[in-house]
C-alpha cells in the first residue's frame, strides 16, 4: 500500500511535466529536451526568493512558475519558432545544447546541492499503517485538476482549437489566418507553465537540485511515449504508471535500480506497442 | 571541389599525426588520442544516424560494455589487448543484432527514448553491479599492451607514443574502411531506407536486415572505441559512459561534423574535443561555451562542418554572378 502511495504522488509530478511535453511536442512538434530546465527553475527559484527578499511562500511558488513560464516563451520566441525549417536533428542538438547551458548556469548559481522548499503543510495521514503526507494529496489533485483544465482547454476554446489545428497540419494552419506565431509561443507558455507547477509541488514535497533538469525532461519523454504522442489523458496516466513501476520495482527488486524499471517497462512498452500503450491509432 | 578536399583532406591526416607523433608532447599526444576516439564513435554512429537515419542516443551502453569488457579480459583474465580488440567489437555487433530487431520497430523520436533507455540502463548497471563493475569506484590498473615487433621497428605499447602509434593505425583504418563503405552499395540502400523506407522495401531489400547491419556496426565500432579508452586511460569507472559524456558527445560530434559524410566525424571531433582544452575555465563556463558554440555551429551549418567549403563556394558562386549582371 505505501508503495501504492509514494508511487502516485510521484507519479503525479512526471504527469504535470509529461502533459506539458505532450502540448508542447503535438503542437510544434520540437523534440524540446529542454522541457526538464523549466521544471528546475520553478523548483529552485522559490527558496531563493525567499531567502533574498523575505516573501511568502505562495508568492515565491507563483513567481517561479512565472519564471518557468517566461523560460517557455523564451524558448519558442528566440529560438525554436525561427528554426521551422532547421531538420529535427538540429532541434534535438539545440534543445540539448540549451540544457547544457542553463544547467550549467543553475549549478553555478544555485552550486549542486540537494534542497527542498520549506513550509509545505507537514501533516501526515495515519491511514492503517499507510503514511500519507498531505502535501502528497494536495500534488495529487493539483495534478489532477491541471490536467482537467488543460483538456478542457484544447477542446472548447478558440485557442486551444487553433492549436489543434496546427497539430494537424502547421501550414494549412497557417492559410486559414492561425496566427501560428504566437500560438507557437502560448503551446511553449502553458506547457513550461504546467513544466513550472510540477517543479514547484516537486520542491514541496521532495529533494530538488539544479541539475535535475535532464532527468525530468527524459521521464518526461518517457511519459508521453508510454502514452502514444498527443494524448492529454494518455500522458496523465501514463505518468502515474511510470511512479507506479518506480516505487513498486524500487522496493521489491532493488532500489539503486530505480530508474531502471520504468526504462524497462518502456522497452517492453515499446516491443508490444511501437506507438504507445494509448496510441488511438498510428499517425504518419 | 569535394573530390580535392578528399585528397588534401588525407594528407592533412597523415600528416596532423606524424607530427604530432614526432613532436613528442604529452599534452598533445593525449589530446589527439581523445580527438582520435570521439572520431571513431562519430563514425560508428554515422552508419545508423547518418547513413539510415536513426537517431541513436545509446551509443554509450556499447562504449561502455567494449570498456568494461577489456578491463574484465585485462584485469580478471589476464588476456592481452589484442584479445579484448578482437572479442569486444564481436560482443558489441552480438548484442547489436539481438535487441536491434526490437529496437528498430520504432523509429524517430520513439527510436531515440528507446536507445536513450538504453543507455540509461547500462549507466545504472555499471554502478550497481557492484561485483563485476566495481560499481561507481570502477577498475583500475588494466595493463597496456608490452613491447611489439622487434628491432628499429618495436613499438613499446606501455608508453603514450607506442600507445599513440597503436590508436592511430586502428583509426586510419577506420578511416579507410569507413571511406570505402560510404560508397558501397550497402550505404546506398541505408541512404535509400533514410529518404523511404517504404520505397526501398517495395524493390525488394529487408530493410529491417539493413538496418540492425548498421546498428550492429555502430554497436561494433563503439565497443572497439571502448576497448582502446580502457586502455589509453587504464581505468574506468562509470561516469565517462553516461548519457552527456558519451552517447550526446558522439551524437553531437557527428552532427556538428556532418551527418553522412566521410570527414564530419574528423572535424566534428576536432572542433568539440578540441575546444574544451584551449579553453581554461572553471568547468561551467566551459559548459555554457560549448553549449554556445554548439547552438550557433547548428544554426549556421545545419549540414555540418563538413559542407562549410560546399556553402562557402556557393556563396562566392552567387556572388559572382551577381557581380557579372
Known amino acids: 500500500m505505501q508503495d501504492l502511495v509514494n508511487g502516485l504522488a510521484q507519479g503525479a509530478i512526471y504527469s504535470l511535466a509529461g502533459v506539458g511535453l505532450v502540448l508542447i511536442f503535438s503542437v510544434v512538434r520540437v523534440p524540446n529536451f529542454a522541457h526538464g530546465e523549466p521544471v528546475m527553475v520553478a523548483a529552485m527559484l522559490p527558496v531563493t526568493l525567499m531567502a533574498l527578499f523575505n516573501m511568502p511562500l505562495a508568492l515565491a511558488l507563483v513567481l517561479g512558475v512565472v519564471a518557468a513560464i517566461a523560460l517557455g516563451i523564451f524558448f519558442s520566441v528566440a ?32 552550486g549542486d546541492a540537494a534542497r527542498q522548499t520549506p513550509g509545505s503543510p507537514s501533516t501526515v495521514l495515519n491511514w492503517g499503517g499507510v503514511r500519507i503526507p498531505v502535501m502528497w494529496i494536495i500534488i495529487f489533485f493539483m495534478a489532477l485538476a491541471a490536467t482537467v483544465a488543460l483538456d478542457a482547454f484544447i477542446r472548447y476554446t478558440t485557442p486551444g482549437r487553433a492549436m489543434r489545428a496546427m497539430a494537424l497540419n502547421p501550414f494549412a494552419a497557417k492559410l486559414m489566418g492561425i496566427p501560428v506565431a504566437r500560438y507557437h509561443a502560448l503551446a511553449f507558455g502553458i506547457g513550461s507553465g504546467l513544466a513550472g507547477v510540477a517543479g514547484a509541488l516537486f520542491s514541496l514535497a521532495f529533494a530538488v537540485q539544479s541539475s535535475m533538469g535532464a532527468a525530468i525532461a527524459l521521464k518526461a519523454f518517457i511519459v508521453i511515449i508510454f502514452a502514444g504522442m498527443g494524448s492529454i489523458w494518455g500522458a496523465f496516466a501514463g505518468g502515474l504508471l511510470l511512479g507506479l513501476v518506480e516505487s513498486y520495482g524500487a522496493s521489491y527488486l532493488s532500489s539503486g535500480y530505480r530508474d531502471t524499471f520504468g526504462f524497462i517497462f518502456l522497452l517492453g512498452v515499446l516491443l508490444i506497442k511501437p506507438n504507445g500503450l494509448f496510441a488511438r491509432r498510428a499517425n504518419g | 571541389m569535394v573530390e580535392r578536399f578528399g585528397y588534401v583532406g588525407w594528407v592533412l ?32 554512429l554515422n552508419f545508423i544516424l547518418g547513413y539510415a537515419g536513426y537517431f541513436h542516443l545509446g551509443l554509450g551502453a556499447f562504449y561502455g560494455l567494449g570498456a568494461y569488457g577489456a578491463a574484465a579480459l585485462g584485469t ?45 540502463i547500462i ?76 520505397m526501398t522495401r517495395s524493390f525488394g531489400f529487408p530493410t529491417t536486415v539493413y538496418k540492425v547491419a548498421a546498428f550492429a556496426i555502430a554497436g561494433a565500432i563503439s565497443a572497439l572505441g571502448g576497448v582502446l579508452y580502457a586502455h589509453i586511460v587504464q581505468y574506468i569507472s562509470p561516469e565517462p559512459f ?10 553531437v560530434v557527428l552532427a556538428v561534423g556532418g551527418l553522412g559524410s566521410l570527414w564530419g566525424p574528423v572535424l566534428g571531433s576536432v572542433l568539440l574535443t578540441g575546444l574544451p582544452e584551449f579553453l581554461d575555465l572553471d568547468p561551467h563556463m566551459k559548459l555554457i561555451i560549448y553549449g554556445a558554440v554548439l547552438l550557433i555551429v547548428t544554426l549556421v551549418l545545419p549540414k555540418g ?21
Open chain 2, 305 to 325: 562542418l563538413a559542407s562549410a567549403a560546399q556553402v562557402i563556394s556557393r556563396r562566392r558562386k552567387t556572388a559572382m554572378k551577381e557581380g557579372t549582371e
Open chain 1, 79 to 110: 529560438i525554436f519558432s525561427r528554426l521551422s525549417k532547421y531538420p529535427e536533428v538540429s532541434l534535438l542538438i539545440i534543445s540539448l545544447a540549451l540544457v547544457v547551458m542553463i544547467s550549467s548556469l543553475a549549478v553555478m548559481f544555485w
Open chain 2, 242 to 251: 553516461t548519457f552527456f559524456a558519451a552517447s550526446f558527445q558522439a551524437f
Open chain 2, 13 to 44: 591526416l597523415l600528416g596532423g599525426l606524424v607530427g604530432i607523433y614526432l613532436l613528442n608532447d604529452g599534452y598533445y599526444t593525449t589530446v589527439a588520442l581523445l580527438m582520435m576516439l570521439w572520431a571513431i564513435l562519430a563514425i560508428g
Open chain 2, 123 to 198: 549507466s545504472d548497471v555499471t554502478n550497481n553491479w557492484v561485483s563485476v563493475t566495481g560499481g561507481p569506484i570502477g577498475i583500475g590498473g588494466i595493463q597496456r599492451p608490452g613491447v611489439i615487433g622487434f628491432g628499429a621497428f618495436s613499438i613499446d605499447g606501455r608508453t603514450l607514443p607506442g600507445m599513440f602509434i597503436i590508436v592511430s593505425t586502428i583509426f586510419v583504418a577506420l578511416m579507410i574502411a569507413a571511406a570505402i563503405a560510404r560508397k558501397s552499395n550497402f550505404v546506398l540502400i541505408l541512404r535509400g531506407i533514410k529518404s523511404d523506407d517504404l
Open chain 2, 76 to 120: 580478471k583474465y589476464q588476456m592481452p589487448m589484442i584479445v579484448a580488440l578482437i572479442v569486444m567489437p564481436i560482443a558489441g555487433a552480438i548484442l547489436s543484432a539481438i535487441i536491434g530487431p526490437l529496437l528498430l520497430r520504432t523509429r524517430d523520436l520513439y527510436f531515440a527514448v528507446a536507445t536513450l533507455a538504453l543507455g540509461m
